[in-house]
């Protein structure tokens, strides 16, 4: 949780009241007070585990007792399902913050099943992104009023997920199949998310979102590439798609990262173009499909050396990580997408033998010399 003294640190240092050497001092200073006596991450870890279980259980109780119902009874429960859980989050607030933050965050899970219940209690549920919207604007208005870091997190995936939900629903309608700009939105959403830690900068909420970058990096690129195998064409695309799919990242760089954003723009580029390379190629086009396939594993290739780049410039050994990650997943793909029906079974075989074990080592090497390079240049 992000604590008062930090909001109104970062205005004191902004306006010139506050040194930078004298910000570190105060914030070693408050760490030191705060610190608990060694059980922070087992209570962090109980109330995530008590989050899952009791949202878990509550739905379970609604979903086996649902038919049995009335259609007032029900709407009256699901009203209550949410009302308890942040009165309850109220009630604590003062004697155990975390255990609010963990009952609030219910409370706002709690709204989505209730939308989504009250949907279909009323048959309004046929456009279902708009359900994921008011979601979204719940978890919105949670965050403006509590400051919660829980509640921002939600509506980091809230949002894209809406986006994403009105053009799958548009993309039906037309009967076509170009789902390019929404999987290079999320890719650029997801590096945007990775670089939510910047120099000083350090708050729940910024690594929550790296995290979210992190775990969706890998998948999304991935999917991204694979436009050509899912028969993705490009032909016809939308503006308002893909300029959402590229503004949508660089705003929520700049509120992370400020002037440091101009990096982003590079991410943002690069998933523009590897979604466009991934797209089938038209008939007329002069490059053929193997052509364009090996363009694309190039361009992947080079996509995870300027992440680990980055990771390097700002000292971020997560971004390291996923570079060699990804630099190896793309290698493994070339391998048995052009490579291996060249040989036969056991020759094959040998070589995917030989390529796990020397390049795991070589990769592997590479990733240690990196991170032991940014920690010492970080002493």
Same mark, same amino acid.
């Given at each position: 949780?992000?604590?008062?003294?930090?909001?109104?640190?970062?205005?004191?240092?902004?306006?010139? %009241?506050?040194?930078?050497?004298?910000?570190?001092?105060?914030?070693?200073?408050?760490?030191?007070?705060?610190?608990?006596?060694?059980? =922070?991450?087992?209570?962090?870890?109980?109330?995530?585990?008590?989050?899952?279980?009791?949202?878990?259980?509550?739905? !379970?109780?609604?979903?086996?007792?649902?038919?049995?119902?009335?259609?007032?009874? =029900?709407?009256?429960?699901?009203?209550?399902?949410?009302?308890?859980?942040?009165?309850?989050?109220?009630?604590?607030?003062?004697?155990?913050?975390? !255990?609010?933050?963990?009952?609030?965050?219910?409370?706002?899970?709690?709204?989505?099943?209730?939308?989504? %219940?009250?949907?279909?209690?009323?048959?309004?549920? @046929?456009?279902?992104?708009?359900?994921?919207?008011?979601?979204?604007?719940?978890?919105?208005?949670?965050?403006?009023?509590?400051?919660?870091?829980?509640?921002?997190?939600?509506?980091?995936?809230?949002?894209?997920?809406?986006?994403?939900?009105?053009?799958?629903?548009?993309?039906?309608?037309?009967?076509?199949?170009?789902?390019?700009? *929404?999987?290079?939105?999320?890719?650029?959403?997801?590096?945007?998310?990775?670089?939510?830690?910047?120099?000083?900068?350090?708050?729940?909420?910024?690594?929550?979102?790296?995290?979210?970058?992190?775990?969706?990096?890998?998948?999304?690129?991935?999917?991204?590439?694979?436009?050509?195998?899912?028969?993705?064409?490009? @032909?016809?695309?939308?503006?308002?798609?893909?300029?959402?799919?590229?503004?949508?990242?660089?705003? *929520?760089?700049?509120?992370? =990262?400020?002037?440091?954003?101009?990096?982003? %723009?590079?991410?943002?580029?690069?998933?523009?173009?590897?979604?466009?390379?991934?797209?089938?190629?038209?008939?007329?086009?002069?490059?053929?499909?193997? =052509?364009?396939?090996?363009?694309?594993?190039?361009?992947?290739?080079?996509?995870?050396?300027?992440?680990?780049?980055?990771?390097?410039?700002?000292?971020?050994? @997560?971004?390291?990580?996923?570079?060699?990650?990804?630099?190896?997943?793309?290698?493994?793909?070339?391998?048995?997408?052009? *490579?291996?029906?060249?040989?036969?079974?056991?020759?094959?075989? *040998?070589?995917?033998?030989?390529?796990?074990?020397?390049?795991?080592?070589?990769?592997?090497?590479?990733?240690?010399?990196?991170?032991?390079?940014?920690?010492?240049?970080?002493?």
């Amino acid at each position: 949780m992000r604590n008062d003294w930090e909001s109104h640190l970062e205005q004191w240092a902004s306006a010139g %009241l506050v040194d930078a050497a004298a910000a570190g001092q105060i914030r070693q200073w408050e760490a030191n007070q705060a610190r608990p006596g060694g059980l =922070r991450w087992p209570i962090w870890l109980a109330l995530a585990f008590g989050v899952l279980t009791l949202g878990a259980g509550v739905l !379970l109780f609604v979903s086996s007792h649902w038919d049995q119902l009335a259609p007032g009874q =029900r709407m009256t429960l699901v009203v209550l399902m949410i009302a308890v859980f942040h009165a309850a989050g109220a009630a604590v607030a003062g004697r155990f913050p975390s !255990l609010a933050i963990a009952l609030h965050t219910i409370g706002t899970v709690a709204l989505g099943a209730g939308i989504a %219940l009250a949907g279909q209690i009323y048959h309004i549920s @046929e456009h279902w992104p708009a359900a994921i919207l008011l979601w979204a604007v719940g978890a919105a208005i949670a965050w403006a009023l509590l400051r919660h870091w829980t509640q921002a997190t939600l509506v980091a995936v809230l949002v894209p997920w809406w986006l994403a939900g009105e053009w799958l629903i548009r993309v039906q309608e037309l009967q076509a199949s170009d789902w390019a700009a *929404v999987a290079a939105g999320i890719c650029a959403l997801s590096l945007t998310y990775l670089g939510a830690r910047h120099g000083a900068k350090e708050s729940a909420l910024r690594k929550a979102l790296v995290w979210l970058g992190g775990l969706a990096l890998l998948p999304a690129a991935s999917i991204t590439a694979a436009g050509m195998a899912m028969g993705w064409q490009t @032909e016809e695309p939308s503006i308002a798609a893909w300029s959402i799919a590229a503004v949508l990242p660089l705003a *929520v760089a700049v509120a992370l =990262r400020g002037r440091a954003a101009i990096w982003n %723009l590079g991410s943002v580029a690069w998933t523009m173009l590897l979604a466009v390379m991934a797209a089938r190629p038209k008939p007329n086009m002069i490059l053929n499909e193997p =052509r364009a396939s090996i363009l694309v594993y190039a361009w992947c290739a080079i996509g995870a050396v300027g992440l680990a780049w980055w990771g390097i410039r700002e000292a971020r050994s @997560e971004r390291i990580n996923l570079a060699v990650a990804g630099f190896a997943i793309t290698l493994l793909c070339f391998y048995f997408s052009n *490579v291996m029906d060249k040989f036969g079974r056991s020759a094959s075989l *040998v070589v995917l033998g030989l390529l796990f074990l020397g390049g795991g080592w070589l990769l592997e090497k590479a990733r240690r010399r990196l991170i032991s390079q940014i920690r010492q240049e970080g002493a």
